[in-house]
C-alpha cells in the first residue's frame, strides 16, 4: 500500500517562499499522477496543481505563476514550490497520488480522480 507523507510547513510572512515535499513509498511512483491541494479553515479542500506522469503540469487560476509543481522519480517524491506567498495561502497542504494512471500525460484536477492521501502539512503566511 502507498504512504505519502508530506513535510516543508511553517510559517513564513507574506512574500516569502516555502517549499513542500511529499514522500512515497513503494517503487511505482513514476506509474502515479499526481497533485497538491489545500484547504484552508472553513472551507473545502481545493486544487492547487497536479502533474501527469511524465511532467505534465496544471495549476489553479490562484496560484499560477506563483507555485510550481514537479517530481523526482529516482527520489520518490513530490515537490511545492511556493513563491509570493499570501495571507490567503494559508491552508493545510494535502499531497496525494492516483496509483492507476494508465495514460501518461494526462493530470488530474478532482479529488475523487485521487485515491491516496496524505496527512498534510500546514502553511501559514502571516501579513
Known amino acids: 500500500q502507498v504512504q505519502l507523507v508530506e513535510s516543508g510547513g511553517g510559517l513564513v510572512q507574506a512574500g516569502g517562499s516555502l517549499r513542500l515535499s511529499c514522500a512515497a513509498s513503494g517503487r511505482t511512483f513514476s506509474s502515479y499522477a499526481m497533485g497538491w491541494f489545500r484547504q484552508a479553515p472553513g472551507k473545502e479542500r481545493e486544487f492547487v496543481a497536479g502533474?501527469?506522469?511524465?511532467?505534465?503540469?496544471y495549476f489553479a487560476d490562484s496560484v499560477k505563476g506563483r507555485f510550481t509543481i514537479s517530481r523526482d522519480n529516482a527520489k520518490n517524491t513530490l515537490y511545492l514550490q511556493m513563491n509570493s506567498l499570501k495571507p490567503e495561502d494559508t491552508a493545510v497542504y494535502y499531497c496525494?497520488?492516483?496509483?492507476?494512471?494508465?495514460?501518461?500525460?494526462?493530470?488530474?484536477?478532482?479529488?475523487?480522480?485521487?485515491?491516496?492521501w496524505g496527512q498534510g502539512t500546514q502553511v501559514t503566511v502571516s501579513s
Open positions: 496525494a497520488a492516483r496509483t492507476f494512471s494508465a495514460v501518461v500525460t494526462i493530470f488530474y484536477t478532482s479529488q475523487q480522480q485521487y485515491d491516496t
Open positions: 502533474i501527469s506522469r511524465i511532467g505534465g503540469t
